[in-house]
């Protein structure tokens, strides 16, 4: 274990799945010092197969960490310590002695592993899997995914079985190319994404690993979210910096919301929405089909969260620019949808591919409904927007229902959060705040905190709270009877758009 000093700069790396980025901030100021980002190559080798290059996801990030300190005129050396977060479910299998790859990272957008899911669903895991994993039988996550490489590429289950291969997400493939290649481990909020790890337990599950026959010996070893993890090579960095924090983006954008009580909930609007809500120190099972994940697990303890998806949200507003050609420009919607006071009775849902949480209806398509006479551009791209608010509220009802908590406010971020018509329409349909913080990077401002606290710069969540700076609250303005009218109108317009696809 090595020093660590009390203060200085944190950077955090955030490996997206379009881009990786490198943010540096300044643990005093908590303010941000540079950003550099590197766009990353998408491979589509087949209808709805999604991958990535694994060399290029570390060398785009490390670019990014080399470029970010020199243009903030900062060695290496002095920045303190490093937190990851990652995109989530994407994984790499690859050779433990020459460290190459045995395929692309397989990306978590990736359909290829539905037939193995379908393979699990008739063979009746359903149950156990939920129960024992907080999440519902999908290609999108891990863990099908690396048994579709055991499956396909020659000699790969021999290879893994005589633990000559490794396998990981995004976060284990860093630390092991950071630590030329002496460390591999896995944070347990990204473990809670692969289908293979127990949330009851915190531990990887033998019945899940039999299930899907992968050798427990490929699997990284566990560590907590916040707290020494390893140290950088000196030969791949020029440098030994710490490694104190790590989260999948959702959680790590939870906690750099600082929603750290049961109830506490963040919503971020980019193509889709991701909401999640503190449950505190149980995992809540959900009768909605949300997922239970594990928010963070720190000083031992394991806090939880539900999570829901909305597909799309942010979306929408593209397709009314680039296919609909009805606006300009996203922040065009926004002054459209104020010019006036309603839809006129519009209700657009935009279920293009389907309908998640709490409908779960993939045959669902989207409609327009209430179309009159009368009916204008501006009515129906506000019906676009008030549409990303209610498909919010749906899902955020079925955590409140899951949880037996009431939600009291609503912190959020991403790119259409800068919407003030979105944000006060949310206050309205939820009655609740609806607060936007200062630094809307709250992914790397997530890694950051738990690096920090991590490495003992930051005493602990109450501190960083403190951290957690207002930039604009939106406070609901609208009458019961009226917010409660238009919701139930929502409704009878989703119940019109399912099953409308033949299958
Ligand atoms: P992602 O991380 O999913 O790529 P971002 O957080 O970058 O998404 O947000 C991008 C989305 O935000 C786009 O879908 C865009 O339509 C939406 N958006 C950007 N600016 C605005 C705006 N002013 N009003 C409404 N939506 C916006």
Redesign the pocket.
């Known amino acids: 274990m090595c020093a660590v000093r009390a203060q200085g700069r944190i950077a955090a790396l955030d490996q997206g799945t379009?881009s990786s980025r490198a943010v540096v901030f300044d643990s005093e100021t908590v303010k941000i010092e540079c950003i550099k980002n590197h766009q990353l190559t998408q491979y589509y080798p087949h209808p709805a197969w999604v991958e990535q290059d694994p060399q290029e996801i570390w060398r785009t990030q490390l670019d990014s960490l080399t470029e970010a300190c020199e243009s903030a005129g900062l060695p290496l050396q002095s920045i303190a310590c490093l937190g990851i977060t990652n995109q989530r479910e994407t994984v790499v299998v690859w050779d433990k002695k020459t460290g190459k790859p045995v395929y692309n990272a397989i990306v978590w957008q990736c359909r290829r592993s539905a037939g193995i899911c379908r393979q699990l669903m008739e063979n009746g895991y359903e149950d156990v899997i939920r129960e024992k994993t907080g999440l519902i039988i999908d290609a999108y996550f891990s863990g099908t995914k690396i048994k579709w490489i055991l499956d396909n590429v020659p000699g790969a289950r021999e290879r893994a079985k005589k633990g000559e291969l490794l396998a990981g997400t995004v976060d284990s493939w860093l630390v092991w190319k950071l630590t030329g290649g002496a460390v591999h481990i896995t944070d347990y909020t990204n473990a809670s994404r692969t289908l293979l790890f127990n949330i009851n337990t915190l531990d990887w599950d033998d019945e899940l690993l039999a299930m899907l026959d992968i050798p427990r010996c490929m699997l990284p070893s566990l560590v907590q979210s916040s707290g020494f993890i390893a140290e950088t090579s000196q030969e791949v960095l020029g440098a030994r910096i710490p490694i104190c924090g790590i989260a999948g983006d959702q959680q790590a954008a939870l906690f750099g919301q600082a929603c750290f009580e049961p109830g506490s909930v963040k919503n971020t609007?980019?193509?889709g929405c991701f909401i999640l809500m503190n449950t505190g120190d149980k995992p809540v099972v959900s009768k909605n089909r949300l997922l239970s994940t594990i928010a963070w697990v720190i000083g031992g303890k394991a806090e939880y969260a539900l999570e829901g998806s909305v597909f799309n949200a942010?979306?929408a507003?593209?397709w009314l620019r680039d296919e609909l050609r009805l606006i300009g420009s996203?922040?065009e919607?926004?002054a459209l949808a104020e010019t006036v006071p309603d839809t006129g009775g519009v209700y657009v849902v935009p279920a293009f591919t389907g309908l998640g949480a709490p409908y779960w209806d993939m045959y669902a398509r989207g409609t327009i409904t209430g179309l009159t006479r009368g009916t204008r551009k501006e009515h129906f791209v506000r019906a676009v927007l008030e549409a990303i608010a209610y498909q919010s509220r749906d899902v955020m009802e079925a955590m409140e229902a899951d949880s037996g908590i009431r939600i009291k406010e609503l912190k959020v971020d991403?790119?259409?959060s800068?919407?003030r018509f979105?944000m006060q329409f949310q206050a309205d349909m939820m009655n609740v705040a609806v607060k936007k913080p200062e630094i809307t990077e709250t992914t790397a401002m997530g890694a950051a905190f738990l690096a920090g606290m991590g490495a003992g710069i930051w005493s602990g969540q109450d501190e960083i709270a403190a951290k957690w700076k207002l930039s604009r609250e939106y406070s609901p303005s609208m009458d019961a009877s009226i917010r409660e009218g238009l919701y139930e109108s929502w409704k009878r317009a989703v119940e019109r758009s399912l099953g409308w696809e033949r299958v």
Do not use: R
Request: glycine share 22%.
């Open positions: 379009t609007y980019g193509t942010g979306s507003i593209q996203a922040p919607s926004d991403g790119g259409a800068v919407s979105l």
